[in-house]
């Protein structure tokens, strides 16, 4: 007998990996091929703390050690609300439509390639950040994009 899989929880990291010079890293979905974004992941508990969601999303999407010399993660500090997608709020208990969504920044040296999840991700490319904002399907997630040379600013 197949236990059924425990449900999303509504709160979730957003991770814009980027370079110094601005330089930001996008991933395409394997379940909806065209749709890229950041590294983005839910919470495995209730009480785990949002950048250790950021750290293993990370390292899960794209081998990427959060801590590794060089890298630097930071909490942006910033929520989003948004609601579900209709499509996909069958993966959240019953009635649940809103997520609450932390944006965090992961500041690597130098562009480099990803090891991806084949069952996450098909493909990936740096873009200046720009470009990579027009890129995201997701609006809160070309938003922190936008707001990453300001962040990117107070990091030095």
């Not at 979905?29 to 890229?36: I, N, S």
């Amino acid at each position: 007998m197949q236990l059924a899989k425990p449900y999303k929880i509504p709160e979730s990291v957003l991770v814009v990996i980027h370079t110094p010079d601005l330089q930001v890293l996008l991933i395409e979905r394997a379940d909806h091929p065209g749709y890229w974004q950041s590294v983005t992941g839910s919470k495995d508990f209730i009480d785990e703390p949002a950048a250790e969601t950021a750290r293993r999303e990370v390292l899960e999407e794209t081998g990427f050690e959060a801590d590794a010399p060089g890298a630097q993660l930071r909490d942006w500090e910033l929520a989003n609300v948004y609601e579900i997608y209709p499509h996909w709020r069958h993966r959240y208990a019953p009635g649940v439509t809103r997520n609450t969504e932390h944006v965090f920044g992961l500041c690597l040296p130098q562009p480099l390639p990803p090891r991806l999840a084949p069952r996450e991700h098909l493909a990936w490319m740096w873009l200046p950040w720009h470009e990579a904002a027009d890129r995201c399907f997701s609006p809160s997630n070309a938003e922190a994009i936008l707001q990453l040379p300001r962040f990117a600013a107070g990091a030095s």
